[in-house]
Nanobody
Framework: QVQLVESGGGLVQAGDSLRLSCAAS????????MGWFRQAPGKEREFVAA????????SHADSVKGRFTISRDNAKNTVYLQMNSLKPEDTAVYYC????????????????WGQGTQVTVSS
């Protein structure tokens, strides 16, 4: 079992930055791949970014590439999502996830989820 707790969401204006954090517990953090997903109102949950257990490989959805950056600190059992140049269309609940990274699909297959944190970007 893995427990995930997100923090860092909030209300910002277009063009602003936010950094989301996700603290993990319950399993050796350095043995699991991590990622972020988001779900906007009326839409399906979508992949945002993933990082492998060592931190050596990352992938980002095309919609956030160049603006968002995923990273992890295995000493702190924490994964981050740095979000720059935020747009109103980035408004969603952001979920931290733990699972297995697919190098073929360049996405995370999630087995565990956090409770989510709301990010709202006003125009």
């Amino acid at each position: 079992q893995v427990q995930l707790v997100e923090s860092g969401g909030g209300l910002v204006q277009a063009g602003d930055s936010l950094r989301l954090s996700c603290a993990a517990s319950g399993r050796t953090f350095s043995s699991i791949d991590m990622g972020w997903f988001r779900q906007a109102p009326g839409k399906e949950r979508e992949f945002v970014a993933a990082v492998t257990r060592s931190g050596g490989t990352t992938s980002h959805a095309d919609s956030v590439k160049g603006r968002f950056t995923i990273s992890r600190d295995n000493a702190k059992n924490t994964v981050y999502l740095q979000m720059n140049s935020l747009k109103p269309e980035d408004t969603a609940v952001y979920y931290c996830a733990a699972g297995r990274y697919s190098s073929i699909m360049m996405k995370l297959r999630a087995d565990y989820w956090g409770q989510g944190t709301q990010v709202t970007v006003s125009s």
